[in-house]
């Protein structure tokens, strides 16, 4: 059985652990979710997610209708002795989104379970995308941009299924902060919800249709990468990564921090896609890739990670002093031990490799320890801090907590 352990910030509920919401800097085990069959962990800014083996979908922190998730984080982050008293005191708490966070998991999909088993999550802002097994994406939370897929811009109780136009089954999802893309079998793409900065562009555009601002979609749009299967997407706050069968990486959408891979001097978004150059070791090709806000990871079949983008909250562990981006992928300095990386996450501006020895190295985000938070201006093996020292197998990143699910 499996078990899972947090840190960090918790004045949302998003460790799970019923303590009155107080903030934890040393691991400790979600009693709820003890000898559970767990076989996956995701986590938002304030919001939490575990996926069991038999698919139950388990939420806690940040409910999933509210809007004002950042800027909630913004008034903790100034005043955090305020917020909690407000919480706790203020009859009017509820209103004013300060007391809407779950501090134990609930389950979250309980109607989708009758007839569909998911097998992965996704977590983006204020909504959250399953894969099941039988080919078919849900989505459920804040969709007033579109992002669920579901052909209009209600927001969505329960899971409801994309609507997309073919019967090509879905192999993966990945939620980014406004919009999602929903990986097919036949090589091609969808995508929905807001592309005011080109997250994506359809394939059926004409040149003219290029030039067009569209705010979102709330419809699924077929990519297509002609000549190439699509086998890999990865999904920023405003910008998209589309990894093809060549083992050619291609970027779209805002690029003011470098994280399409061209220089952000001369171009601040790219509107249609582009080819990102990647300079690998000899005999060595991607095998994932993994999108923050304004960053990315690229993880190779030799186990190396590469990353481009936003440099100033340590997101590429690459400290300069001018605060420059990287603008190509670049390789990443790793404390790594005779052992290889075989998974990477980011979220936000935070990241993690897991590798074959059950290590699970974070680094990045804001350097928020005064508070409760971690510090992200260096890489920390989460597993030493974790009571008994088990081998970690998936990690979750919050804004500023981190979940870790061990064997």
Known sequence: MSRVFARGLNFMGQLGIKNGKVN???????????????????AHITQSACLLADGQILNWGWVLDSLTTARTLGYYKRSPDLVQKWQKFS????????RLGFDEPNLLN?????????????????????????????????????????????FKHDFTIIDKPTTEKIIDVVAGFQHSLYLADEGSCFASGRCNWRQYLPFS???????????????????????????????????????????????????????????????????????????????DDIIDIKCGKSHNLLLTRQ??????????????????????????????????????????????????????KGNCYVWGGE???????????????VRDNIPGNPPVRDVGLGYMHTLALTE
């Open 367 to 381: 350097n928020l320890t005064k508070i409760g938070g971690e510090a992200g201006d260096v890489i920390q093996n």
């Open 303 to 356: 186990g190396y990670v590469y990353g481009f983008g936003a440099t100033k909250h340590n997101q590429l562990n690459w400290k300069n002093e001018f605060g420059l981006e990287v603008c190509g992928p670049r390789k990443i300095d790793l404390p790594l031990k005779d052992e290889k990386v075989i998974k990477i996450k980011s979220t936000i501006d935070r990241n993690a490799v897991i590798t074959d």
């Open 24 to 42: 934890i800097q040393d691991f400790q085990e979600i009693p709820s979710l003890s000898g559970r069959q767990i076989i996956q962990v995701d």
């Open 205 to 283: 555009v004409t040149p003219e249709d290029k030039e067009k601002f569209v705010d979102f979609s709330r419809d699924p749009q077929k990519i297509i990468m002609p000549g190439e299967k699509i086998t890999k997407v990865g999904a920023g706050f405003s910008h998209s990564l589309f990894l093809t069968s060549k083992n050619k990486l291609y970027a779209i959408g805002l690029n003011n921090y470098g994280q399409c891979g061209h220089s952000s001097l001369n171009k601040n978004n790219l509107n249609d896609y582009a080819e990102v150059f990647v300079n690998l070791e000899q005999n």
């Open 110 to 154: 309980q109607s989708l379970l009758s007839k569909h088993k998911p097998t992965k999550i996704s977590f983006g802002g204020s909504f959250i995308l399953c894969l099941t097994s039988s080919g078919d994406a849900f989505g459920s939370g804040e969709n007033y941009k579109g992002q669920l897929g579901t052909g209009d811009i209600k």
């Open 91 to 98: 009859p009017f708490g509820p209103t004013l989104s300060m």
